[in-house]
């Protein structure tokens, strides 16, 4: 079983930053991907970026070149640094965990990015 605990999410005026982290615990396998999702009031969750263990990532194209996914593997916990945010980036935001092999996926609590003048 693992648990995800997501934090630093809040209020940011537009060209803004945050960065949001997302702490892993239970049983953790080496061979993991962890991810940031957001979903906006009235539509559905999306992807924003992933990161393999090894440490490959995956961004969603709206995202490239303002946000970055990074991790601590011996502390078990994903980040994602937001720069340069849009009003359209205003959502939920969700960390995930899946283990290599497993079709099992874990959520975090989800935090709220509000991005607003």
């Known amino acids: 079983q693992v648990q995800l605990v997501g934090s630093g999410g809040g209020l940011v005026q537009p060209g803004g930053s945050l960065r949001l982290s997302c702490a892993a615990s239970?049983?953790?396998?080496?061979?993991?991907?962890m991810g940031w999702y957001r979903q906006a009031p009235g539509k559905q969750r999306e992807l924003v970026a992933t990161?393999?263990?090894?440490?490959?990532?995956n961004y969603a194209d709206s995202v490239k070149g303002r946000f970055t996914i990074s991790r601590d593997n011996a502390k078990n916990t994903v980040y994602l640094q937001m720069n340069s945010l849009k009003p359209e980036d205003t959502a939920v935001y969700y960390c995930?965990?899946?283990?290599?092999?497993?079709?099992?996926?874990?959520w975090g609590q989800g935090t709220q990015v509000t991005v607003s003048s």
């Open positions: 990161i393999t263990s090894a440490g490959t990532t």
């Open positions: 239970g049983s953790i396998f080496s061979g993991n991907v």
């Open positions: 995930n965990y899946r283990q290599f092999g497993a079709s099992k996926i874990t």
